[in-house]
């Protein structure tokens, strides 16, 4: 057995290795306080000659042993992944994917396994940490290490692995290697740039030590490293006769107005392509395929960096048309329609009661979540056809960051009581269609009249290096995210930042370029936040129409059981008499909603007779239930009873009360207090000023 240990952020992690699942190409059992995560590793030991791509598959386990639970449900084991194990699978997955070695396409598999957690310090950092650990000792060509840290701000402070129910401002995740970040997911408060620069800055530094102690560990226990072959081509000798003869047609296929105009001319230029070096025996259809896919991705990028021009004409800081359309569908609570370039969705947002909101039984413990955004990615968004069916990793990925960054401008729960929805439908997509989403569905919101602290909006930026060169690009489309080296999504208000998540693919990427992207991405969503100004400004005044109709008084906490009744029944009644939706909790905050208003001042007046006193000289609406020969008997607060006696009905003397009322009238009174017998007393002799 090998271990290595520090303290890091005040608290002790360890890495070991030898002790279990020792038939894995990797396994590192990694403890940051009590919680434990086994990461593993294994390669197939043959390439698969198949597949152009790297078939690397990564997932995140959470055990409920691992916090002393049993799983719900009835099967009692756990089965398909939570949306947690599934961001924490993408987490782990997107800093390790661009360090494997280029000519490596082994089928990998990394699996994390959370063994113990203990309530405090999260799995997913050192679900990074091991899986890094792992790789690097597993003699896998993997250009590691890499590790992670997780950042909090308070206080203007910067605080390095908070723990779980930490109050922060911030909460980002960095990984990156001794040369610089290579991922970044974070969601904030309107953070400033400057203070987001310097929270990755602190993210970095903090992170060092840690791809120390993997170094240190993999000098004393790594494998021998894999010999991977490399194609026996001269990719240069190629890629110049490509340009030859091709490249005058490549670029007049980039030329194209809309993607699949571009896409279908560059088919036709790679089938010509294919035909040139059909006849040459050294090159395979395949290894024709990617040295064409090479030529264009230098094409692009220089063009980009010695002209300053993209595909589609734009300057590198330029931002594609805006189009923006609010109240789109007739019934829905809020909706809104956001299209930038040939990016375009529809958001539509839906108020419920807290009875709508989800309950996440998570390792923490179980707890519920009144804001929910998904995001919709169906296959003719692409033009293409595919399968429906659950949503995938990406889908899950970019719902998460959307909803991110909305949550920081959502109205607390004492401000606006309702449950939230978002649903982004992506109807059509060239880049960046999770900023599209964060744009339709703050816009939605405010259609439906929530009260938003500000509008929020998204930008996805690129980046072009090549040695002491480089463009950042604003807005990208999908064909520049392919080509290019950074994927960088910023989302936020005017005030400052609320969601950055950062996948970088080359090292070299300096504070400096980070800075200056920060910048240029504020100045882009300003730019769409004004855009979007012209569809709504500000979220709507009243609540749609078709929105259920809600309020919400506090009771005494021994109350609660008398409203509820035996069984359920007192509660059950209201319901079933008022068509009113009734939510207690324990505290004695009472919600109720209904589709309209009467329905749910019905329900409200209900529950205020049971449980709260009327008011002393409060004038009430009440109703005439019973005569007597010496008064009349009325309803006057909610179903609480009181007398008016004959002398209270008049400053002048009633014969008999039937001259006054009736039964079923509706008549005005006054609440006096109450008798030595606990009676209800009221009057009718007042002036609307008495």
């Known amino acids: ?74 099967i009692k084991r756990e089965g398909r992944p939570s949306e947690k194990e599934t961001l924490v699978s993408r987490l782990i997955d997107r800093p390790l994917r661009p360090l494997f070695y280029e000519y490596f396409k ?19 950092v050192i679900s990074v940490i091991g899986a890094s650990a792992a790789l690097t000792i597993s003699g896998i060509p993997f250009m590691g290490p890499i590790a992670a840290s997780r950042v909090g701000f308070e206080n203007g402070e910067f605080i390095l692995n908070p723990k779980i129910g930490c109050e922060s401002d911030l909460d980002l995740v960095i990984a990156g290697s001794s040369e610089g970040i290579l991922m970044v997911e974070s969601g904030a408060k309107e953070l400033s740039e400057s203070d987001m620069l310097s929270a990755l800055k602190f993210g970095h530094e903090s992170l060092l030590p840690v791809i120390e102690i993997i170094t240190e560990l993999a000098e004393k226990c790594a494998k021998d490293p894999w010999s991977v072959p490399e194609p026996e081509i001269d990719v240069e000798e190629i890629v110049a006769k490509i340009s030859k003869d091709f490249l005058k047609d490549i670029e007049k296929a980039y030329g194209g107005a809309c993607k699949h105009d571009r896409s279908a001319a560059l088919s036709e230029v790679k089938e010509k392509v294919l035909a040139a070096f059909a006849d040459d025996e050294k090159i395979s259809e395949k290894v024709a395929k990617e040295m064409f896919e090479e030529t264009c991705y230098r094409f692009v990028r220089g063009k980009i960096l010695t002209e300053g021009k993209r595909i589609d004409k734009r300057g590198v800081a330029d931002i594609r048309d805006i189009c923006v359309e609010v109240s789109t569908l007739p ?318 009905m008049s400053d002048k003397r009633v014969e008999r009360v039937t001259d006054v009322m009736n039964e079923g009238d509706e008549v005005t009174v006054k609440f006096l207090g109450y008798d030595n017998k606990g009676r209800a007393k009221l009057t009718m002799k007042f002036t609307p000023d008495t």
């Not at 303290?7 to 070991?16: A, D, K, N, Q, T």
């Not at 990461?39 to 995140?60: G, H, I, M, R, W």
């Not at 082994?106 to 997913?124: H, K, M, P, W, Y």
């Open 1 to 74: 057995m090998f271990k290595k240990e520090i303290i890091w952020g005040g608290r002790p992690l360890s890495l070991e290795t030898g002790r279990f699942a020792n038939q894995a190409d990797g396994a590192v059992t990694v403890r940051y306080g009590d919680t434990v995560v086994l990461c593993t590793v294994v390669a197939d030991k043959k390439p698969s000659s198949e597949t152009d791509f790297f078939p690397l598959t990564v997932n995140y386990i959470e055990k409920a042993y691992s916090a002393g639970k049993i799983p719900g449900g009835f």
């Open 331 to 648: 019934k829905v609570h809020g909706s809104a329609v956001f299209q930038r370039g040939e990016t375009q969705v529809i958001a539509v947002a839906t108020l419920g009661t807290p009875q709508d909101e989800q309950l996440i039984d998570a390792l923490s413990g179980e707890y519920k979540e009144r804001f929910l955004l998904h995001y919709n990615f169906p296959p003719f968004s692409v033009g293409e056809i595919g399968r429906l069916g659950i949503p995938g990793r990406r889908e899950v990925g970019h719902g998460k960051l959307a909803w991110r960054a909305l949550g920081a401008v959502l109205p607390t729960k004492d401000e606006f009581p309702y449950s939230l929805r978002v649903v982004s439908e992506v109807l059509s997509c060239n880049g960046s269609s999770s900023m599209a989403t964060v744009c339709g569905a703050s816009l939605a919101l405010m259609d439906a009249g929530v009260p938003l602290k500000n509008a929020v909006a998204g930008i996805a930026m690129g980046l072009i290096i090549e040695k002491d060169k480089y463009e950042i690009l604003s807005d990208i489309m999908g064909e520049e995210d392919q080509l290019g080296d950074m994927d960088f999504k910023v989302a936020g208000t005017e005030r400052g930042i609320t969601a950055l998540q950062m996948d970088i693919k080359v090292a070299g990427v300096t504070f400096e370029i980070l800075e200056k992207a920060l910048k240029q991405a504020r100045t882009g969503r300003i730019h769409i936040l004004k855009e979007m100004s012209g569809g709504l400004k500000t979220h709507r005044s009243e609540l749609n129409e078709n929105a259920p109709k809600m309020t919400s008084i506090v009771i005494p906490k021994d109350k609660i059981r008398e409203v509820i009744g035996s069984g359920g029944k007192v509660i059950r009644e209201i319901v079933e008499q008022t068509g009113a939706k009734i939510d207690i909790d324990d505290d004695g905050n009472v919600t109720v909603a209904a589709q309209n208003t009467k329905s749910m001042e019905d329900a409200l007046d209900r529950i205020k007779s049971i449980a709260v006193d009327p008011v002393c000289g409060t004038v009430y609406k009440a109703r005439v239930v019973k005569i007597m020969d010496f008064g009349a008997f009325v309803n006057f607060y909610g179903t609480k009873e009181g007398l008016v006696h004959v002398s209270e």
């Open 106 to 124: 082994n089928e990998t598999q990394v699996i994390c396994t959370v063994l113990s957690f203990d309530g405090e310090n999260d799995a997913d």
